[in-house]
Every structure is written in C-alpha cells, then in structure tokens.
Nanobody, 119 residues
Framework: QVQLVESGGGLVQPGGSLRLSCAASGSIFSSYVMAWYRQAPGKQREFVAIITSGGDVNYAGSVKGRFTISRDNAKNTVDLQMKSLKAEDTAVYYC?????????????WGQGTQVTVSS
C-alpha cells in the first residue's frame, strides 16, 4: 500500500507560479512511476505530467513549456513546478504512483490539492 499526500495548492493570479509537492510512502520510491493529473469542475480527470524511475518525463500538450515535473528519491517526493498559470489550469491536482512489478493502472492516488487561478 502506497500513501500519497499532496501539498502546495492555493489561489494564484494569472501569469503566476505555484509549486505542488507529493510525498509518498514506501521504501522503493525510486522505482515508482510518478505522475500528476488534474480534474476541473464538470470535467474528467486528465493527465498532466509523468516522470519515470529513470527520470524520463512527458507532459500534456496544454502544459508543456510551463510545467516541470521532478522527483527527489532521497525525500520520496515528486514536485510539479507550474509557471505562467492560466485560468484553465484551475483544477484539483492529484498525485499518482504506479509501482513494480506490473506498474498497472490505476495505481495509487492522493487526496488532491486545489489550484485556483484567478484575479
């Protein structure tokens, strides 16, 4: 069982920045595939960014160039640095972990953290 706890959400103005963090339990965090998803009101949850155990990253087209995912295996954390935020980035952001050996979906989810982009 993997527990994930997100933090760092809040209210930010358009064009601003915010850094989300997800703390994970488990002694083999370095082998987890970690991702961020988000869900806006009335919409389905969507993929935002992913980082593999080897450090390879990928992003949704809507956030590429603005968001950066990173991990610290010593601290069991994965961060999402968000810049140039837009109103359409407003959502609940969820951390997701997929674990060995199968790395199967859905994996484990955190409780989510609210990000609101508004003036």
């Amino acid at each position: 069982q993997v527990q994930l706890v997100e933090s760092g959400g809040g209210l930010v103005q358009p064009g601003g920045s915010l850094r989300l963090s997800c703390a994970a339990s488990g002694s083999i965090f370095s082998s987890y595939v970690m991702a961020w998803y988000r869900q806006a009101p009335g919409k389905q949850r969507e993929f935002v960014a992913i980082i593999t155990s080897g450090g390879d990253v990928n992003y949704a087209g809507s956030v590429k160039g603005r968001f950066t995912i990173s991990r610290d295996n010593a601290k069991n954390t994965v961060d999402l640095q968000m810049k140039s935020l837009k109103a359409e980035d407003t959502a609940v952001y969820y951390c997701n972990a997929k674990t060995p050996p199968s790395y199967s979906s859905p994996g484990y989810w955190g409780q989510g953290t609210q990000v609101t982009v508004s003036s």
